[in-house]
C-alpha cells in the first residue's frame, strides 16, 4: 500500500504543470465549485443543513435527519436507553443496540469505535452543521459496512449570532439550550443543551446534557488548525423494553412486565476530544488529525433470576468502561496527465479500543433490580488498521473515472478474569484482514443528465458485543463468526436543472457469511453466518420547486431482502430443542420492501413557513422464518414556522410542530428473532412541539 502511495505521488511530480501553486484550503473553496465537484462524482455525497431543518423539526432523534435520505431507514427508538436503528441499503438491520454497519465521525472524531459498533447519544443535532452521507459501493473506501455517516458542527468562516433556544413538548419534554461564537480569524464556538422527557410510555424517562466546544485557527494562508471536544451526561434512561403483539394491541403506553419488575434502565457518560492540523504544500493538502476519549455504560437488564443461576450467566446489571483513541493522515493533490485532469487522495488511520466489562447479578436477596454478585469481568481490546488510495480523473468534459482501494486489518483480544467451577476461561483472539476495491464513473449526458456507476467490494466485521456469546450456547469467545464479504454494484441517473434536482438509483449487494441473530432470550443474544444473502432495490430522491412559495421533497426506497441459499440456526449439533431451518428465499429479519418520505413545503415571505409531511414504511418481518412481522404504517405532520421582527434584545424564531397528525396506533422499531416475540416498540401518539429559537445578536 505504502508502495502505491509513493508511486501515485511520483507520477504527480513528473507530470505537474508549470504553473503556480495554489495554496487555497478545501475550507474556502466556494459552496458552488464543491456543489458542481459532488454532483461529478460517482459517490457524490448526500448532505442536509441542520439549520434548514431545525425551521421544521425539533431535532431530538437522528432519525428525523436520515429519514429524508435516500437508502436509509432510521427507526426512533422512543427510548433513553437504547439507540436509534439505523439501516442503510439493509445493512444494520438485525441490531439489538447501538448501530450496526454503518461508520459515524462527529467532528472528524469516530463515533464508531475500532470494533466497529457505534454509539450516537452524544450527537448534537440542535446545534447545528452539516450532515453528510456516503452509501454503496465506494462507502468501503472510509468503513466497514455500508455507509459512511459524518456530521460536522456549525463552523462559519463568519461569526455567527449567539443563540438561545427553548423547546416544550408532549409527554413532559423540554429542552433548553445556548450557542456562543467568538473570534474572527480564531473563531470559536461553545454550545449545550439540556433535555428532558417523561416519556411516551411507562417506565420511559429519559435526561440528558450534551456540550461542544470547537476552534478554528487560521495559522497562515495555507495552515490550519481545528480542536473539538463533546461532553455527554446521561443521568437516566428509563427502558421500557418491547411489547408482544397482544399488550402493543391492548396499549401502547405499557412497559414490559419484565421492566417494571427490574426498574431496567441506562447511564451513560462520555467525553472526547480531537484536533486537527490541515496544511497545504505546493498543490497538495495535508491533514493529520488524533483523538482520544471515554464512555462509561451502567446498565440494567431484565435478566430472571433463575437464569443467572446457570454457572456461565453474565449476570443482569452490566458495568462497562471504554478508553478509545486514534489519529489519521490524509492526503490530496491535483494533477495534470497526458490524458486528463486527475486527483489523488489517500489516508491511512489506526484506531484502538480498550474496554472492561463487569458483569453483576440484577438482585440482592429479594431484592430486584440492584446490582448484586459479580459473576462477569473481562479486558477486550480491538484495533483497526487501514490505508486507503483513491484517484479521480477527468479524461473528457463529459467523461469522470474513479478508483479505489482499503486495505483493512482488524485484532481482537478477550482477557477472560472471571473463572470459576462451571465458567471456564473464555478469553480468545480474533483477526481478520481485508483488501477492499472499487471501481466507477459518471458521464455527462447532458447539461442536465448525468449516468453514474460502481461495483465493489465490502465486508462487515463482526463487533466484540457479537462475539462475546457462542451460538451454540456454549461458553467461549465466539470467535468461528466470520466477517460478511459482499458484491456490491449500482447504476444511477441524475437530473438538476434550476427547479429540479432528482436522482434515481438502482443496485444489487451480495453477501457471503451475513451476520444473523442466531437467539435473544434473557439480555444474551448470540450471532451466527448465515450462508449467503441479496440485496436488490430501487432509490428515488428528488426536490422539486414548482413556484416562488410551493415545493417538494421527497424519498422512496424499495429492496428485496432476501436469503439465496439456506441454514440452520444450529450450526454446531447438539442444540438444545427443534434446529429451525430458514429456507432460501425468506425475507431478511427487521427490513421492509418499501418506505417513503414526503414533505410538501410552503413559504410565502422569507420569514413564514409550513410543511406538510407524510412518512410511511411497509410492514417488515420480524423473524428470519417470516413466521412474524410488524405491520406497516402510514403517518402525517405538520410544522409551521415564523421568524418574528427584530427587538431590542435579539430575533425570536418560533416552531410549531404536530407529529402523527391523526394519532395512529405503529410501532416505530421492531427487535428481530426475540425469543419470546416481543418485536414492537411502539411509537407515541399524537404529540406537540413548540420551540422558540432566539438570536441574541445581528450576524
Known amino acids: 500500500m505504502l508502495s502505491s502511495l509513493l508511486l501515485a505521488g511520483l507520477l504527480v511530480q513528473v507530470q505537474e504543470p508549470p504553473e503556480p501553486p495554489d495554496t487555497r484550503l478545501p475550507a474556502v473553496i466556494s459552496a458552488e465549485q464543491r456543489r458542481i465537484e459532488q454532483q ?33 431507514i432510521a427507526r426512533p427508538r422512543n427510548n433513553g436507553a437504547q439507540d436509534t436503528q439505523i439501516q442503510i441499503r439493509g ?30 447519544s452524544h450527537l448534537d443535532l440542535s446545534a447545528g452543521g452539516r450532515v453528510s452521507l456516503i452509501r454503496g459501493p465506494f462507502a468501503a473506501l472510509y468503513t466497514n459496512g455500508g455507509a459512511y455517516l459524518r456530521l460536522d458542527g456549525r463552523r462559519d468562516d463568519l461569526a ?39 416519556g411516551s410510555r411507562e417506565h420511559s424517562r429519559a435526561e440528558r446534557t450534551l456540550l461542544a466546544a470547537r476552534m478554528d485557527w487560521e495559522l497562515d494562508a495555507a495552515s490550519r488548525l481545528s480542536l473539538s471536544a463533546h461532553h455527554q451526561d446521561q443521568p437516566l434512561g428509563e427502558d ?46 495535508w491533514s493529520f488529525s488524533v483523538y482520544a476519549g471515554e464512555r462509561q455504560i451502567d446498565q440494567f437488564l431484565s435478566v430472571p433470576r433463575a437464569a443467572q443461576a446457570q454457572p456461565a450467566s453474565g449476570g443482569g446489571a452490566v458495568d462497562l468502561g471504554r478508553d478509545y483513541h486514534g489519529w ?34 440484577n438482585f440482592v436477596a429479594s431484592q430486584l433490580g440492584v446490582r448484586g454478585a459479580l459473576r462477569r469481568d473481562e479486558r477486550n481490546d480491538s484495533r483497526g488498521r487501514d490505508a486507503m488510495v483513491r484517484v479521480d480523473l477527468d479524461t473528457s468534459p463529459a467523461w469522470r473515472w474513479s478508483a479505489g482501494v482499503r486495505r483493512s486489518l482488524t485484532d481482537y483480544q478477550s482477557l477472560d478474569r472471571y473463572i470459576v467451577s462451571g465458567n471456564p476461561d473464555d478469553s480468545g483472539e480474533y483477526a481478520s484482514s481485508a483488501t477492499l476495491p472499487v471501481l466507477g464513473f459518471s458521464y455527462q449526458l447532458r447539461p442536465q443528465w448525468l449516468l453514474h456507476g460502481a461495483i465493489g467490494r465490502s465486508q462487515e466485521l463482526p463487533t466484540l458485543a457479537e462475539l462475546a456469546y457462542r451460538s451454540d450456547g456454549g461458553s467461549g469467545f465466539n470467535s468461528e463468526l466470520r466477517p460478511a464479504r459482499a458484491r456490491q454494484a449500482e447504476l444511477g441517473l441524475r437530473y438538476a436543472d ?28 448470540s450471532f451466527q453466518n448465515a450462508s449467503a444473502t441479496r440485496r436488490r432495490g430501487i432509490e428515488l430522491s428528488a426536490q422539486w420547486r414548482f413556484s416562488e412559495r410551493w415545493s417538494l421533497r421527497g424519498v422512496g426506497n424499495w429492496l428485496d431482502a432476501r436469503y439465496s441459499a439456506g441454514y440452520s440456526s444450529c450450526p454446531q449439533p447438539p ?125
Open 91 to 120: 445493512f444494520g438491520a438485525r441490531s439489538p443496540f447501538g448501530v450496526r454497519g454503518l461508520r459515524v465521525e462527529y467532528d472528524g472524531i469516530p463515533a464508531t469505535a475500532a470494533d466497529g459498533q457505534s454509539q450516537i
Open 328 to 361: 489519521s493522515l490524509r492526503w490530496s493533490r491535483p494533477a495534470e496527465l497526458g490524458f486528463g485532469q486527475a486527483e489523488f487522495s489517500a489516508e491511512i488511520r489506526d484506531e484502538r479500543l480498550t474496554e472492561d466489562r463487569l458483569g453483576f447479578e
Open 575 to 699: 442444540c438444545a430443542g427443534i434446529p429451525r431451518e430458514i429456507a432460501a428465499g425468506q425475507r431478511l429479519a427487521g427490513v421492509p420492501a418499501r418506505g417513503a418520505n414526503l414533505a410538501l413545503l410552503y413559504r410565502p415571505q422569507a420569514d413564514f413557513g409550513a410543511s406538510l409531511e407524510w412518512q410511511a414504511l411497509s410492514a417488515t418481518p420480524a423473524s428470519d422464518r417470516n413466521q412474524d412481522r410488524v405491520p406497516g404504517y402510514a403517518v402525517g405532520s405538520l410544522s409551521l414556522y415564523w421568524l418574528a421582527a427584530p427587538t431590542r434584545w435579539g430575533r425570536p424564531r418560533y416552531t410549531l410542530r404536530v407529529d402523527n397528525l391523526l394519532d395512529r396506533r405503529y410501532s416505530a422499531s421492531v427487535i428481530v428473532n426475540e425469543a419470546f416475540g416481543r418485536y414492537f416498540e411502539p411509537a407515541p401518539g399524537r404529540s406537540l412541539w413548540l420551540g422558540v429559537d432566539l438570536a441574541l445578536s445581528a450576524p
Open 160 to 198: 455567527s449570532p449567539d443563540r438561545f433556544h427553548l423547546g416544550l413538548g408532549s409527554f413532559g419534554q423540554g429542552r433548553v439550550g445556548f450557542e456562543l461564537n467568538a473570534g474572527d480569524e480564531l473563531r470559536g464556538s461553545l454550545s449545550g443543551h439540556r433535555y428532558r422527557s417523561e
Open 240 to 285: 421500557p423494553q418491547t411489547l408482544t403483539r397482544a399488550e402493543f394491541e391492548r396499549d401502547r403506553r405499557l412497559a414490559s412486565p419484565a421492566a417494571l419488575l427490574y426498574n431496567t434502565r441506562k447511564s451513560t457518560r462520555q467525553s472526547q476530544l480531537g484536533a486537527s492540523y490541515s496544511r497545504a504544500f505546493e498543490r497538495s493538502e
Open 498 to 525: 434550476e427547479r429540479v434536482n432528482a436522482e434515481l438509483t438502482a443496485y444489487q449487494v451480495q453477501t457471503s457469511d451475513e451476520i444473523v441473530v442466531a437467539s435473544s432470550s434473557g439480555g444474551r443474544t
Open 40 to 72: 461529478r462524482r460517482p459517490d457524490a455525497l448526500i448532505e442536509l443543513d441542520l439549520a434548514d431543518l431545525s425551521q421544521r423539526r425539533p431535532l431530538i432523534d437522528i432519525a428525523e435527519v436520515l429519514s429524508e435520505m435516500p437508502g436509509v
